[in-house]
């Protein structure tokens, strides 16, 4: 078999425990280090001009969108791959230490994967009428919808001039005894108010970051395609935000995000392809008879009282090369009565966190299958690497997610290693979780195609790669 169709061929795996015994299970995947390195040296995204539009597509009642990388957005500012790994491990470790904040110590679920530094994909907006084109972070672990406005008395750089509700002509305020003022005040992660009548809000987050201003309905362009009445935050007052986005995207499982807000247009259903190392554009699709793929692997979602806006699955074991670590007990991973442990699916996260226990297991069983690989020292969070720049190619063992009902998810090997510098390091990309929350980063994500049904409360995995 040629070594180029071995770089190219199919590794997603996805099955059953039903299948039958003759089924054999995927243990090994190839790695193709060169193209990787290579891809990584040549990787130096040019800034998107400002008056660049991310093509959108609708038809009937779907939507899709560009998903756009951040360095799409900010530019690459990084002298070589190890600056650009320090980078992401430090938002990384932002973002994940305000989910615990906002999950285990406050019982809270809204906050943006700006505020902690770890926005890492958006999309394309125009808001308001004549459109005023913004970059927006699209959140999965987020159920709100904000931009910055004018006049805006506190507010952090963004790349396109800030939104003016005064020349927009679809701009309206929301009345503070409206139902969709009930519906945000309801709510303790919202903190809001009222001010001459017109609904007020807070958003406070984990880091001391911060949107304040009044919910408002306003028209959201997409490409051709315009969206009326989309209650969004007019943020004039806010912190802690960067690279240039004029705010955020909710996707999580609320009734004020996005998707929820589409409603019979998306079906309660979206998918996504995110961009990758190696391809800086991915794809955002709304709409059930799009998103909503035959042939995928669907696995139930979980609601967690204190985080409900946050997309849990039932992750119940891990496995290395085609075997499950009985090591590892379901207990690990579950999502107890008072709302601590479970898995989160995070687009916002890089790399996964497991518990402690669990990734120790991982760890080890990884090492064990993959002994003839040479060893490197540690970098940063990444405890487990080797120094592979003087191969085309080798061959890794896999990892597997088990998950409640018998579904299997089985990565290949780029979603295993990672490369950590120029020189050929590269690096298990998996870290332990001192608090008991697991959460599926997006690094393991990369080329899967996901679909979040948070109507029918299910997730699923393929059947495409992207």
């Known amino acids: 078999m040629p070594p180029f169709f071995l770089f190219l061929h199919l590794t997603l795996y996805l099955s059953t425990t039903s299948l039958p015994s003759s089924s054999a299970a995927v243990k090994f995947d190839y790695l193709n280090v060169h193209g990787i390195l290579l891809s990584s040296a040549r990787r130096h995204y040019h800034r998107l001009p400002p008056q660049r539009h991310a093509p959108a597509t609708g038809g009937g009642k779907n939507l899709t969108i560009e998903l756009l990388h951040r360095e799409l957005i900010a530019g690459n500012p990084y002298p070589t791959s190890y600056h650009r790994i320090n980078d992401l491990v430090r938002r990384d470790d932002r973002r994940v230490a305000a989910l615990h904040y906002r999950i285990l110590d406050f019982g809270t679920d809204v906050f943006s994967g700006l505020d902690q530094g770890s926005g890492e994909y958006f999309v394309r907006a125009g808001?308001?009428?004549?459109?005023s084109e913004q970059y927006l972070v699209v959140d999965s672990g987020s159920d709100f919808v904000w931009v910055q406005c004018e006049?805006?008395?506190?507010?952090?750089?963004?790349?396109?001039?800030?939104?003016?509700?005064?020349?927009?002509?679809?701009?309206?305020?929301?009345?503070?005894?409206?139902?969709?003022?009930?519906?945000?005040?309801?709510?303790?992660?919202?903190?809001?108010?009222?001010?001459?009548?017109?609904?007020?809000?807070?958003?406070?987050?984990?880091?001391?970051?911060?949107?304040?201003?009044?919910?408002?309905?306003?028209?959201?362009a997409f490409g051709d395609l315009s969206i009326s009445e989309v209650a969004i935050g007019c943020g004039h007052q806010n912190r802690g935000l960067f690279v240039g986005a004029g705010g955020l995207l909710g996707l999580g499982w609320g009734p004020l995000s996005?998707?929820?807000?589409?409603?019979?247009?998306?079906?309660?259903?979206?998918?996504?392809?995110?961009?990758?190392?190696?391809?800086?554009?991915?794809?955002?699709?709304?709409?059930?008879?799009?998103?909503?793929?035959?042939?995928?692997?669907?696995?139930?979602?979980?609601?967690?009282?204190?985080a409900p806006g946050f997309y849990y699955v039932g992750l119940v074991g891990v496995g290395i090369g085609g075997a499950r670590l009985e090591i590892v007990r379901e207990e690990e991973f579950q999502l107890t009565s008072e709302g601590r442990g479970g898995t989160v699916l995070d687009t916002g996260t890089a790399v996964t966190r497991l518990p402690v226990a669990a990734y120790a297991a991982l760890r080890e069983g990884f090492v064990a299958e993959a002994g003839g690989l040479p060893s490197a020292a540690a970098v940063s969070i990444f405890d487990t690497c080797y120094a592979l720049g003087g191969y085309e190619s080798v061959r890794v063992p896999t990892l597997a997610f088990y998950f409640a009902g018998g579904a299997e998810l089985t990565l290949p090997a780029r979603n295993i290693?990672?490369?950590?510098?120029?020189?050929?390091?590269?690096?298990?990309?998996f870290a332990p979780s001192s608090s008991g929350l697991a959460i599926i980063g997006n690094i393991q994500q990369e080329g899967i195609q996901i679909t979040v049904d948070a109507a029918n409360g299910f997730l699923g995995f393929g059947p495409n790669t992207c």
């Open 127 to 131: 808001v308001g009428t004549p459109p």
């Open 417 to 429: 290693l990672i490369p950590v510098d120029d020189a050929g390091t590269f690096c298990f990309a």
């Open 258 to 306: 996005f998707v929820s807000q589409l409603g019979g247009m998306a079906g309660g259903a979206f998918s996504y392809c995110l961009p990758s190392r190696e391809s800086p554009v991915g794809e955002l699709v709304f709409g059930r008879s799009k998103a909503v793929a035959a042939g995928a692997v669907w696995i139930p979602l979980l609601r967690n009282p204190r």
């Open 151 to 220: 006049p805006c008395s506190q507010c952090y750089a963004q790349s396109e001039p800030v939104f003016d509700p005064a020349r927009s002509g679809s701009f309206s305020s929301v009345a503070c005894g409206s139902p969709l003022c009930s519906l945000l005040t309801a709510s303790s992660k919202y903190v809001g108010g009222c001010a001459a009548d017109r609904c007020q809000y807070q958003v406070t987050y984990g880091d001391g970051s911060s949107t304040r201003g009044a919910l408002a309905l306003e028209t959201l």
